[in-house]
Each structure stands twice: as C-alpha cells, then as structure tokens.
C-alpha cells in the first residue's frame, strides 16, 4: 500500500511535467514488479493517456506493466521503444540494454546493449557506471574513441561521461594497465590541461609515483598494448604454472639451463637486457652520468616465465635511464623522445648519431620494446582463450615449458598435461 500511496502522490506533478515525480515513478515500477498489479484503474487510464500523448516516462510504466508477463513481450518491447523517444526517462535505456544484454523480448544483442547503456548514463542512470567501467576495462568499449568523441561534447552528459573516465584512468593506472593508458596520448592535455612532459619526466627520474609520471611512461612505446588486464593475467598465470614455482629445484635448474635451449624470444630479450645495460653503463662513464642501477638477470623473474610485472618494471627501468642521458645529444630530446609511438622513426633517429654506444642504447631500448610485446602477447591469450572456454590454448602453453624443461635436460622434467589436469584456475572476475 506504501508504494501505491505513493505512486498516486507523485502521478499529478508527473503530469504537469515534474522530471523529479517522472523519475520517482519510473524507479518504483522498475524496482518493484508487483507494484503494476496493484494500481487502480484510474492510475492506468491517466498513465495509458500520457503514453499516448507520447510521454517517455508513461511508455516506460506502461513498459512495467507488461514486461513480466512473457505473453505480453511485444507489447512490452513496442511501449520500451517509445520510452526512449526523447531519451526523458534514463532508466528506459537501461531497461533496454538489460533486454538486450539478456535477450529478453528481442535477440540477445552485446553491442546495441553497450549502446544504450551509455545513453541510460548520459541521461543521469549512474546505476550503470560500473558495468561501463567493466566494458572498458575488457576492452568491449573503445575507451580511447568514447574520450575523444567525449572532448568534443559540451553539457552535464558529457561531464558526467569526463568524470566517469578520470575515475576509471585513475584505476587502471592503479592496475599496472598501461597499454589502456598509451590509448590517451593524442589528447592527454585535454583531459588533463595543467599535464606536462617536463614535470612528469621529473617525477620519472626520482622515481615518483604520480599519474603523470605514468601516463608519459605508458606513451613511451607503441608496444605497451597488451598490457591491460594485468592482474587477470597474472593471476591466471601464477595458477597455471602453480605447480612450476612451487618446485625451487626445478626452478634452478632451468636458470642454470643452457640459453640455447630456451624458447627464441627468452634469449633475444635477456640478449636486449644486456646489451642496453652495457651500453648504457658506457654511456654514463663517459658523459659522467651518475648511473641508475638496474636489476641483475639473476634477480628478475624469468622462469618458469617472464611475469607482467618484471616486463612493466624492465620497461619502466630502461625509459627511466633513457631520460636520464636525455641531454647527452640533442636528437633525442627533439626527436627520439617526440616518436616513441613509431619504432621505425626511433630506428631513423637512432642511426644519425655518431656515438655507438648511444645509438646502441636506444636500438636496444626500442627492440626491447618489441621483444617484450613478443612476449606478452602470448599472455594476453591465454587470458582470451580461458575467458572463452578455451581450455586447450593453456594445455599448449603448458606443455611448451614442458618441452623446454625435457630440452634442457631437467632431472625430473615436466610431465604434458590435458584439459582433465589442468591445474585449477579460478579468476574473480
């Protein structure tokens, strides 16, 4: 009686054009399914009279009133349609996008769904938010495209949209996500009009945690795209190969491994390692640079793979060390720092200069670059394949490493494994 008390209370001011009284009515018919069967005959006639005088937030009551019988569903769909007419009644296009996301009354349809859900939150349905955020953050949604159609619109809509996006730009620099990041680099002044290289290649070379420091590192190669999902992916990766970490001998073994028998891109990375490494330590002596350490091979956690955040840490390291001889020649600041999303200009750039040790620095940064993406973009689908159901892409990863360790004569070998043995892996998602 409470509801239906109310619902009377809120009809005249509804009518009369009150968007707040619209509103309430709409949310209490959305969020009680009873609440139909109990208004009177009169609540419906005054509510069939404003539908028909095309009143959005009436066709989405009267949207209510049929959607839970499954006899009704076209009549439920004809009256959700013109709810949204004048995109007056938010809640409507969330409806919608539940319908469709759901295939309820209509064929299940993922990208009309994701289409009015951004309407539903344009017109003010925050409640919507967090499953937009997660379609950014599974890469259902262009994140980089909506911000940039979003700069171009003006309103209380596109504030909303702007916010929303700081948000979740602020969450997945929080996730290590930095190749969702790199996406914002042709427009990041104008997310973030006080944002510049100067002060956020200072925050690098003291190693300060801010969000410019790492919205420049996330610009610093075209090569970063995989990274996004990271703690998915490493998540799924720690349990995949649980069985492999847990064996410390096994482990040895395979550091002690002869390089020859480890898999091409392991070799070619750790050779960039070090290369960059022993260029850039005769860089620094002879310019006297005061050197940053790097981490040693031996510390890095290579085997039984190269974990994401030993790549984003070697990444992050070896763009720290090149801002750091910045000065050294003036091509790199005017130009190798201005390309960083075009490895072939850098390879250009790099080949002008005279030093050798310099340009092997830099060569060796951008196809450092390159061989990590080589190597993560395996991880990347794996991630894909065990979202999909696809169990049988972990099976071969699996028994890849499986191959190395009988290759490299570990004593005892890893054993293949099937779809049947496949270590438990359980993502929360």
Not at 46 to 56: L, N, P
Not at 326 to 345: M, P, S, W, Y
Request: hydrophobic share 35%.
């Amino acid at each position: 009686m409470k509801n239906m008390d109310a619902a009377m209370q809120y009809l005249p001011s509804a009518e009369n054009g009150d968007w707040q009284a619209q509103d309430k009515l709409c949310r209490m018919f959305y969020a009680d399914c009873s609440l139909a069967e109990k208004m009177p005959g009169d609540f419906w006639k005054r509510i069939e009279a404003a539908a028909q005088s095309g009143e959005d937030y009436a066709n989405f009551i009267m949207h209510c009133r049929y959607f839970g019988d499954p006899q009704q569903g076209k009549l439920a769909y004809d009256y959700i349609r013109r709810a949204i007419r004048h995109a007056k009644a938010p809640l409507a296009f969330m409806r919608l996008a539940e319908m469709f996301d759901e295939g309820t009354y209509v064929k299940s349809n993922r990208a009309l769904a994701s289409y009015y859900r951004m309407k539903a939150f344009e017109g003010g349905c925050e409640e919507v938010a967090e499953m937009l955020k997660r379609e950014y953050e599974f890469g259902t949604r262009d994140f980089a495209n909506d911000i940039s159609v979003t700069l171009q619109q003006n309103g209380p809509a596109a504030q909303r949209k702007m916010d929303m996006f700081r948000v979740l730009i602020d969450k997945e620099r929080a996730a290590r996500n930095y190749g969702v990041l790199g996406k914002l680099r042709s427009f990041v002044t104008e997310i973030y009009p006080e944002y510049n290289t100067e002060e956020a290649t200072d925050d690098i070379l003291n190693e300060r945690d801010t969000l410019y420091a790492d919205l420049y590192y996330s610009f610093c190669t075209a090569d970063n795209d995989q990274e996004k999902n990271v703690d998915l992916q490493e998540s799924l990766l720690e349990q995949l190969y649980a069985p492999v970490t847990q064996n410390t001998e096994l482990v040895k073994q395979l550091y002690k491994a002869d390089p020859g028998n480890l898999p091409d891109i392991t070799r070619e990375l750790i050779q960039c390692i070090v290369n960059f490494k022993s260029s850039y330590d005769k860089v620094c002596k002879k310019y006297k640079i005061k050197k940053k350490e790097m981490p040693s091979l031996d510390t890095m956690k290579i085997f039984p793979y190269f974990t994401i955040s030993t790549l984003i840490q070697l990444r992050k390291d070896e763009f720290r060390r090149i801002l750091s001889v910045k000065d050294v020649d003036e091509r790199i600041n005017d130009e190798f720092l201005a390309n960083l999303d075009d490895d072939q200009k850098l390879v250009n750039i790099c080949e002008k200069l005279n030093d050798e040790n310099l340009q092997l620095m830099l060569i060796s940064f951008v196809e450092l670059n390159v061989d990590i993406q080589a190597v993560e973009i395996p991880y990347m689908k794996i991630l894909r394949s065990y979202l999909d159901g696809d169990m049988d892409c972990l099976v071969r990863h699996y028994n890849e490493l499986a191959f190395v360790t009988r290759l490299a004569g570990c004593d005892p070998p890893l054993q293949d494994i099937t779809e049947d043995t496949l270590p438990p892996i359980n993502l929360d998602i």
